[in-house]
């Protein structure tokens, strides 16, 4: 199958022209003489990018406390693969695993730490007895191969109970063996963030970095970074904005860009059932929220897309150069007043939305914008 995208914007640096050819699912540079295209995807008037990665969300349904459909929130947005963060354990993945297997957007999970992950309840860590072991969590990955790209830990006072950062420990040492890297939620403490960020090492990632809540932020009343969450970007930890119910705020995502826009970051919705309805809505509303920051398009396309695929170790992903996978997102920017909330209520008005038209998985159209 041979098909040719025409009329694109294209912002990735090192780019060229307006036409990408795709070849039984990959990107390449040319076509033998003798080949014809079979198909031609029109991206008149709209940008395309390399497909968009949404690095935390929860799509356990049915089975999860908050799960939602992975495909309502995967390519009917736009969105060629999301990260499931921790909906499910080592005791329920074979059940997971039915999820990623029938869903049409490309479905990788980061197990949580906890053997029942978010299955039974939302304060999974509360006891220790309750964490899968080295051996389970290795058996789970030889038993599900290139499925499980990290380990999901929550640290926050309703999960963990009087454990503190027990559990990131446990999670560290399985983790470090298994070369995997860890995706720790902060949010209100015990724990506090500079008993937290020590003990993350390079290429593990820290989302609702932004949550803005009081007491256990990253940024001082100054503005400055707290000493612990400077010296953790320095070594290659990754802020994840992990925009969930109440885990992203305007003003602490603003004071941070000003000051520190030189740090890459990644771009999460943490989409589950309780937030599709707002304030979240979707990762390209989420995007949208940020680029009224003036991030330029190009840096903040890679939050979504080569900053997490490097991130995960997700091999022939994201960038739209030959030979990568082509799942593709075309979408526009188009010019809109509307006023949204983040998650703890404050009003922001946007004069730019994000709107997904085509998604794309191995060269195919698997979801068009027809309205």
Do not use: C
Not at 7 to 33: F, K, M, P
């Amino acid at each position: 199958m041979i098909s040719k995208i025409i009329n694109a914007e294209i912002v990735e640096e090192g780019i060229q022209g307006s036409e990408i050819l795709i070849r039984d699912g990959y990107i390449v540079s040319e076509l033998e003489s003798d080949e014809i295209v079979d198909n031609i995807i029109d991206a008149q008037g709209h940008y395309v990018s390399s497909g968009f990665i949404d690095s935390h969300v929860h799509v356990f349904e049915h089975m999860a406390l908050n799960g939602i459909n992975a495909d309502d929130i995967g390519i009917r947005m736009g969105v060629t693969d999301v990260i499931d963060a921790g909906s499910t354990g080592s005791s329920d993945f074979y059940e997971f695993n039915k999820v990623i297997e029938t869903s049409q957007t490309n479905v990788h999970a980061l197990i949580n730490i906890a053997k029942k992950g978010l299955v039974a309840n939302l304060h999974e860590l509360r006891d220790m007895n309750d964490l899968s072991d080295r051996e389970e969590i290795e058996e789970t990955i030889a038993q599900y191969p290139n499925k499980i790209i990290g380990i999901k830990v929550r640290l926050s006072a309703s999960v963990v109970g009087d454990n503190g950062v027990a559990p990131l420990v446990e999670a560290i040492k399985i983790a470090s063996s298994l070369e995997l890297p860890i995706m720790v939620h902060i949010g209100n403490p015990p724990p506090y963030l500079p008993d937290v960020f020590p003990l993350l090492r390079s290429g593990d990632i820290v989302t609702h970095a932004f949550h803005g809540k009081k007491d256990n932020t990253i940024l001082t009343k100054e503005g400055d970074l707290i000493a612990e969450a400077k010296s953790a970007i320095d070594r290659g930890v990754l802020f994840d904005v992990g925009h969930g119910s109440a885990s992203f705020g305007f003003e602490v995502f603003g004071r941070f860009i000003q000051k520190y826009g030189q740090y890459d970051f990644s771009t999460s919705t943490d989409l589950h059932v309780r937030n599709v309805d707002g304030p979240v809505y979707s990762l390209m509303i989420t995007l949208s929220k940020l680029y009224s920051y003036n991030i330029p398009l190009n840096s903040l396309l890679k939050t979504v897309t080569s900053i997490p695929s490097k991130v995960f170790n997700m091999k022939n992903k994201g960038s739209l150069l030959p030979g990568n996978k082509a799942d593709i997102t075309i979408f526009s920017i188009d010019k809109h007043s509307i006023t949204l909330q983040d998650s703890l209520g404050v009003e922001r008005e946007l004069f730019y939305l994000f709107n997904a038209q085509k998604t794309i998985i191995n060269g195919e159209v698997v979801w068009e914008n027809n309205g």
